[in-house]
């Protein structure tokens, strides 16, 4: 059986640490401070059973920090009212919180009964509790009147404890692992341990895996769950791991330990925001607010996309952070103001690290849905120069590849080589693809092909998408393949005949200079052309197959190559090794002009270098 948590709930002084020990038999309040001031001020643990984990919430307004920690990680909440005192200002606080996180059950308790002779006010406070509950997961929970002091109620509540945890409809397990820490302490003999709920994933003794935001690499030494010992915790169990690779200071409450490669810290986000209802505040651009994120609370800064957000009023809104946190794809949050501090709105992520300059940020942000199958397609098409695969987007939207999958097959997407797209944009990628070809050829009609890699730069395609891309357009008799460019296929290059003449001049040139390497500075002088024209004619050689480039601005007449190729194959026939005064002596060449064709030799496979000497490559 999953483990299920139950968070309590409640103002101050309503009795719910009672309660926990009274259902328990464990005493929540373990700081000597709480003991002493008779109230609960941090988070405490309690076990119903061996499955059930209670997590004990202050109360105190001054402590919703510490609230919003234990409460963003239960299943069930323990919603408690004192029965003399009725709805107080924190139990509304405390039920708005539940509400914004999608806390989807719970039972409410009615404590103190025995402070109340009046059977008819526990019948009133009973009916205020239906009228601030209606319309939230919480409208049909049940209300359990209890006593500890004499006990009264405490097996009607366990039972319908017992009963909502039979009903817990468990989230869909994102893949890999993931813990917001609530507490981190120093054990003799251990080391570090840290506590928190497992909300997604497993971990076993022996893991590597990564303390965020810090991003401290550190390993499993030990885990406990319910005060026992475990090889192995999953989601929805509270643990405690014995960490090694981590100091303190690199842990702490609102930190998480995270699964490699998965989930990173982030100091923007994209968010849908729900203001609450009647509470008279208006939440304005540039305004500081306090984000309560798993068991993190970090300050921030809105930009909202229609500048503010009246009571009540949604929208969606760019959060700066002035601390990192951890955040993912469709991760609940809670908002309160920066100062006096109230609870004022609630929201979802939909971008946990957008990309891009301001404007682009911003024009997304305008965009995003708040579904999540849409959104998906909405990353599909912005970065569809770059498609995934079904791993890489699970790891952006930090779900399942089964989740994945499912979303593809929603929005009608198809994979190939691995990659998700939508078929419009790869549609499209061709026509930019092939009007890019045609564009080169049109500003450069002397030259046969356009170079692959300065292509896909320019298009900002990735190299898998790229060769997709190319593939269709090979396969379907579109383009051709030349060397290490493409052209169209039906184009051909047509000189005119005074350009022929120029050809012929150029070629005269380099056939004359035999194996020392022509520069356009030689050419130009020899021939008095233009640069521009010497240039494109150059490219137009090549692609006939009559000079070739050695190195860039460096020619030679390819019938010369050939002709040192077969002075090579005899020469290797006799001796095995080369060296420069040697090549300088076959092909009566500087050791200016022989280098860079040395060098050349090398790169395409027809000597292979060893120290200041060549071989015989594999080509020769």
């Known amino acids: 059986m999953n483990q299920i948590v139950i968070g309590t709930a409640g103002h101050i002084d309503h009795g719910k640490t009672a309660l926990v020990k009274a259902l328990t038999g464990i005493d929540t309040d373990r700081l000597q401070e709480e003991k002493s001031r008779g109230m609960t001020i941090d988070l405490g643990f309690a076990f119903l059973n061996k499955d059930i984990t209670i997590i004990d919430v202050p109360g105190h307004e001054k402590f919703i920090r510490n609230m919003v920690s234990g409460v963003s990680t239960i299943h069930i909440a323990l919603v408690v009212v004192a029965a003399d005192d009725g709805v107080m200002p924190q139990t509304k606080e405390h039920l708005q919180i539940l509400s914004l996180l999608c806390i989807p059950q719970g039972v409410i308790v009615l404590t103190k009964t025995d402070m109340v002779s009046d059977p008819d ?14 319309g939230t997961n919480l409208e049909s929970a049940p209300i359990i009147r209890t006593s500890v002091n004499p006990e009264s109620g405490i097996s009607e509540l366990r039972q319908a404890l017992l009963h909502e945890a039979g009903k817990v409809r468990f989230t869909v397990d994102r893949g890999f692992f993931r813990l917001p820490i609530d507490r981190v302490f120093r054990k003799i003999g251990f080391g570090i341990v840290v506590t928190g709920t497992v909300i997604s994933g497993s971990l076993s003794v022996g893991d590597e895996i990564y303390c965020q935001p810090v ?69 304005k651009s540039k305004q500081r607010v306090r984000i309560h994120l798993g068991t993190a609370e970090v300050l921030g800064r809105v930009t ?15 959060i700066r952070l002035e601390k990192p946190l951890v955040a993912a794809m469709d991760d609940r949050f809670v908002m309160r103001s920066y100062s006096p501090m109230h609870t004022i709105g609630g929201g979802v992520i939909l971008d946990p690290n957008p990309k891009g300059k301001w404007n682009e940020i911003r024009n997304w942000m305008n965009t995003l849905s708040t579904v999540r199958s849409q959104r998906f397609n909405q990353f599909i098409d912005r970065f569809w120069t770059q498609p995934k695969t079904e791993m890489e987007w699970g790891r952006v939207f930090h779900c399942s590849i089964k989740d994945i999958q499912q979303v593809i097959t929603e929005n009608r997407l198809e994979i190939r080589n691995k990659l998700v797209y939508n078929p419009e944009k790869f549609s499209f990628a061709k026509k930019v693809f092939l009007e890019r070809i045609k564009q080169f050829h ?23 998408w790229f060769t997709m891309v190319v593939n269709d ?26 350009d022929q003449k120029k050809a012929d001049l150029i070629s005269e040139v380099l056939a004359q200079s035999k194996f020392a390497p022509q520069s356009l500075n030689d050419i130009l002088e020899k021939t008095h052309l233009e640069d521009e024209s010497i240039l494109e004619l150059l490219h137009v050689l090549k692609g006939k197959e009559k000079s070739i480039e050695i190195k860039a601005g460096l020619w030679l007449e390819k019938s010369n190559f050939n002709k040192l190729i077969s002075m090579l194959k005899s020469y290797f026939l006799l001796k095995e090794k080369l060296s420069v005064p040697d090549f300088k002596i076959l092909t ?32 020769l």
């Not at 006010?121 to 009228?131: A, K, S, T």
């Not at 357009?473 to 005074?498: F, M, T």
């Open 588 to 619: 009566h060449l500087t050791r200016k002009t022989a280098i860079p064709l040395l060098e050349y030799l090398d790169k395409i496979g027809f000597t292979f270098r060893e120290e200041n000497e060549r071989i015989k490559g594999d080509r």
């Open 473 to 498: 357009c090979v396969n379907k008799n579109l383009i051709l393949p030349i060397e290490a460019g493409y052209a169209l296929r039906d184009y051909e290059i047509s000189l005119s005949s005074s």
């Open 121 to 134: 006010w526990l019948d009133l406070v009973e009916m205020e509790i239906h009228e601030i509950v209606a």
């Open 304 to 318: 909202i996309s229609g500048k503010r957000l009246k009571t009540g009023d949604s929208g969606i809104m760019l």
């Open 215 to 283: 991003g401290q690499k550190c390993k499993v030494r030990g885990l406990q769950s319910h005060g026992e010992k475990t090889e192995t915790v999953s989601m929805g169990d509270r643990a405690a791991v014995n960490v090694v690779g981590i100091e303190k200071n690199q842990a702490w409450r609102g930190a998480e330990l995270v699964q490699s490669g998965w989930i990173a810290s982030t100091s923007i986000f994209i968010a849908h925001v729900q203001m609450i209802p009647g509470i008279g505040w208006e939440l």
């Open 442 to 464: 049109k500003q450069h009609p002397y030259r046969k092909s356009i170079n692959g890699d300065i292509i896909r730069k320019e298009l900002r395609f990735s190299e898998s």
